[in-house]
């Protein structure tokens, strides 16, 4: 009978040739696990660098904004900038490499939330970005450890940071408001009866007003024409509360007061009363062009889901969302169509102002200033980037 046994030695030998490919295999592997260590080490090491790179970004961009705006509003961009510069060079990167940050890694301007972009705006600016940089054109490239071997010597890193003034949290402001683009009529019953304009002004663009941008803040009311408003109970725990302390700062003979964005308020006679209004804030158009009493600060309000009654009306509270700095120029009258004899003709006598240096004059903790903010005013910074 035949056998299909291998001779002892024939097996002895297809053993030893397996141990010996497995030898070659684990060469391989240990070569390519190295590879991928000494991979992991440039890599991390390029993690630390970043790291080290953003922490000296934020930091020179958080002091930069903390000094943007001067203690009476004015706009410094060359402080903050200098200042950006040296606290970015008070951080070292690994290595032992220090930071210098130049012109052009510096950019104060207005800060675009579509794009996160910092655009310079000649005589505007609420935004500051930094970007530090390690790169070969600075003799600063990050140099690697194993990826030479590759022939890949060193590597450009950076790290991007920008810091912002986020709007205002409060203010010191006149209890007298404006509209925000979304807010709508005061009253549609009366806005029917106000021919040509119904209230405070919305912005003219539909979303947010502009320096130089011409308001109205209160419609005086004359014959059948009920006075138009959004005075704001400034006291109030629920509507109807007393209007003696609200007029006295209308008329300057308080202090502003202080509103912070988030906050509601009722209006008072749902922003068609009278209260005599009107002719509290007149005290103030009674001084001359330039006196301080003319620039104020007024809230900007937003409706809520139950701001309105079944009417329409504004028995409900309204929100503060921003403000906005405003010279008092005075009163204009307008004549226009009585809407309920098309024959005559009615006068409508409105305050107007003109919105001021709209991003920067609300902003410090200086005491009062001209154009009447300051004092317990509060700015926010924070990275946007």
């Known amino acids: 009978?035949?056998?299909?046994?291998?001779?002892?030695?024939?097996?002895?030998?297809?053993?030893?040739?397996?141990?010996?490919?497995?030898?070659?295999?684990?060469?391989?592997?240990?070569?390519?696990?190295?590879?991928?260590?000494?991979?992991?080490?440039?890599?991390?090491?390029?993690?630390?660098?970043?790291?080290?790179?953003?922490?000296?970004?934020?930091?020179?961009?958080?002091?930069?904004?903390?000094?943007?705006?001067?203690?009476?509003?004015?706009?410094?961009?060359?402080?903050?900038?200098?200042?950006?510069?040296?606290?970015?060079?008070?951080?070292?990167?690994?290595?032992?490499?220090?930071?210098?940050?130049?012109?052009?890694?510096?950019?104060?301007?207005?800060?675009?939330?579509?794009?996160?972009?910092?655009?310079?705006?000649?005589?505007?600016?609420?935004?500051?970005?930094?970007?530090?940089?390690?790169?070969?054109?600075?003799?600063?490239?990050?140099?690697?450890?194993?990826?030479?071997?590759?022939?890949?010597?060193?590597?450009?890193?950076?790290?991007?940071?920008?810091?912002?003034?986020?709007?205002?949290?409060?203010?010191?402001?006149?209890?007298?408001?404006?509209?925000?683009?979304?807010?709508?009529?005061?009253d549609p019953k009366v806005s029917d009866a106000n021919p040509g304009k119904d209230g405070p002004s919305a912005p003219a663009n539909g979303e947010t007003f502009e320096v130089d941008e011409v308001v109205i803040l209160y419609i005086y009311g004359k014959g059948k024409q009920s006075p138009v408003h959004l005075t704001l109970d400034i006291n109030s725990p629920g509507p109807g509360a007393s209007q003696a302390d609200v007029k006295k700062v209308l008329k300057g003979a308080l202090d502003p007061v202080v509103m912070k964005a988030g906050w509601d308020y009722y209006v008072f006679n749902e922003g068609t009363g009278s209260g005599g209004f009107g002719s509290a804030i007149d005290d103030r158009l009674r001084t001359a062009v330039d006196d301080p009493l003319r620039d104020v600060v007024v809230p900007i309000v937003s409706i809520l889901p139950g701001s309105r009654n079944e009417d329409d009306q504004l028995s409900g509270k309204i929100r503060v969302v921003d403000f906005a700095a405003v010279h008092l120029d005075g009163t204009v009258e307008e004549d226009v169509v009585d809407p309920n004899n098309p024959s005559q003709t009615i006068t409508v006598k409105y305050l107007v102002g003109t919105i001021s240096r709209r991003i920067i004059s609300y902003v410090g903790g200086a005491p009062q200033s001209a154009n009447g903010v300051g004092g317990d005013t509060v700015v926010t910074t924070h990275l946007a980037w």
């Open 1 to 186: 009978m035949g056998s299909n046994r291998q001779p002892v030695g024939a097996a002895s030998s297809a053993a030893e040739n397996r141990r010996g490919a497995i030898v070659v295999l684990a060469a391989f592997l240990l070569i390519v696990f190295c590879c991928f260590v000494s991979f992991a080490v440039d890599v991390g090491y390029l993690c630390v660098v970043r790291t080290e790179l953003q922490r000296s970004a934020d930091s020179a961009a958080l002091a930069g904004i903390g000094v943007l705006v001067d203690e009476d509003g004015t706009l410094n961009l060359s402080a903050a900038g200098l200042t950006a510069q040296q606290f970015g060079g008070m951080n070292g990167s690994a290595g032992g490499v220090v930071l210098t940050l130049i012109d052009a890694d510096i950019k104060v301007g207005v800060y675009d939330a579509l794009t996160h972009q910092v655009i310079e705006t000649p005589g505007e600016a609420n935004a500051i970005e930094v970007i530090a940089w390690r790169s070969a054109d600075r003799g600063t490239a990050v140099q690697l450890f194993f990826a030479p071997a590759l022939g890949i010597q060193q590597a450009d890193v950076s790290a991007r940071a920008i810091a912002i003034l986020d709007g205002v949290s409060a203010a010191n402001v006149l209890p007298m408001a404006l509209r925000d683009g979304n807010f709508g009529t005061i």
